[in-house]
């Protein structure tokens, strides 16, 4: 199949993946509405076209958080990567900052902090869980400044985790009928292109971060099991403020989706918040991030870098959550089924459609520089 679009890769990545890993990556929350309304409302951003206003020079290239990207682009945390492709963290760490931009390594990734550090020239991003096992926050956090992770997001809207029914299903969760383990190894066996590059050679498969906790024996399940357990329900923004003071680089706080919220987050610290909704895998029916954006940045954009994430499935998705107030834009799923498709090589091409996208996003709204895209370039109707 010939990719021309995230769409493309999407599809691809259902035909490699097996059944369980797609679901994972595809699905959302519940009856999956904020998953939708994600993807919808963006794409019914209506930007205005303008014309004769040389655009033969376009610069992409921004600062976030101190840091210089070739656009304002980032791969956000997805976990169980390492299952989607063989070391999948490193491959997509390689493809991000060989294009000039930055990879988030989710806590629950499958490749560890330091196998992707040692795997990249420049050092990660990292995203850490609010876990109750605080002696390990404490063991991540100070890993993460020895390989000197610049910047740290910490995701606050995962106190509990919203049920996917999709993963019940296809046998990732336990379920009625045959075990999960039986149903994700037949469903393996029907895709031995995937079976053989990442299910027998790809592994370890544990979660690398976690693995010194768990032993070498933990299979994906005890990983996921431990997750369920340890993310901590009653942690507050006391809490934040002092892992904060903890923390000497950046600090984004994702999982922002109402304007109080990112006050509070300006008020404990941070550098930066991410609005999101958890790719529409938490609480099913709330706003999606291009709904909620704009009061959110009217509220703290002169005080935060505030970054943007959920249903950017294009470059002209990225100019619209820059029109709509973001700073830069957290890509998900659009990478996580890149790298199912196509791998490192899968994430690389995507990186230059969205490039290419955002390019013609810019011409034809006669913007030539970053900044320009802000609420001028959005068609006012009606
Ligand atoms: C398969 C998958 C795994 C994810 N894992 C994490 C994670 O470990 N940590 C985290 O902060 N967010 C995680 N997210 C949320 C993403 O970082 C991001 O907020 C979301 O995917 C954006 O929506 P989009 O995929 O529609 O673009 C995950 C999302 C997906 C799809």
Redesign the pocket.
């Known amino acids: 199949m010939r990719i021309a679009s995230v769409a493309d890769f999407r599809e691809a990545a259902r035909r490699r993946l097996p059944r369980f890993l797609f679901d ?2 595809d699905g959302g929350s519940y009856g999956e509405v904020t ?1 939708r309304r ?2 919808e409302d963006l794409a019914g951003i209506a930007l205005r076209q303008r014309v004769l206003r040389d655009v033969s020079t376009l610069d992409l290239t921004t600062e976030i958080l101190g840091q210089k990207l070739a656009m304002p682009v980032a791969l ?5 990567s390492g299952m989607y492709a063989r070391r999948g963290e490193v491959q997509a760490a390689r493809a991000a900052q060989a294009a000039g931009l930055q990879f988030t390594l ?4 499958c490749c560890s902090l330091a196998e992707v550090s040692t795997g990249t020239e420049k050092p990660i991003w990292f ?1 850490l ?1 609010v876990t109750k096992d605080r002696g390990f926050m404490r063991d991540m956090l100070a890993q993460a400044a020895d390989l000197g992770c610049p910047v740290l ?1 910490f ?1 606050v809207d ?1 106190p509990v985790p919203g049920a996917r029914y999709r993963d019940v299903h296809s046998g990732l969760k336990a379920g009625p009928g045959l075990p999960g383990r039986t149903r994700r190894f037949l469903q393996a066996l029907g895709k031995p292109g995937w079976a053989w590059d990442v299910g027998l050679r790809g592994r370890p498969h544990g979660l690398g971060n976690i693995a010194p906790l768990l032993g070498k024996q933990a299979g994906m399940l005890d990983f996921l099991a431990w997750s369920g357990r340890n993310f901590d329900a009653s942690l507050t923004w006391k809490d934040i403020e002092s892992i904060r003071a903890h923390w000497p680089g950046k600090f984004v706080i ?2 922002i989706l109402d304007p109080d919220d990112a006050r509070e987050a300006a008020a404990a610290g941070a550098d930066g918040i ?1 609005v ?1 909704n ?4 938490q609480l099913d029916g709330v706003l999606s991030s291009a709904r909620a954006l704009p009061a959110i940045a009217d509220a703290v954009g002169d005080r935060l870098t505030v970054l943007a ?5 294009s470059g002209l998705d990225v100019a619209r959550m820059l029109a709509l107030g973001a700073k830069g834009v ?5 990478w ?1 089924y890149a790298l199912g498709a196509h791998g490192g090589a899968g994430v690389a091409k995507l990186l230059e459609i969205i490039e290419a996208e955002l390019r013609v996003a810019m011409a034809l709204t006669g913007v030539t520089t970053i900044p320009e895209i802000d609420g001028s370039v959005l068609a006012r109707t009606g």
């Open positions: 994972y990556i998953l994600s993807v956000g945390p997805v976990g169980l989710s806590t629950v990734g995203q869980y997001f995701t995962l994702k999982g991410v999101s958890h790719g529409g895998r994430d959920g249903g950017v499935r957290l890509l998900g799923r659009a996580a």
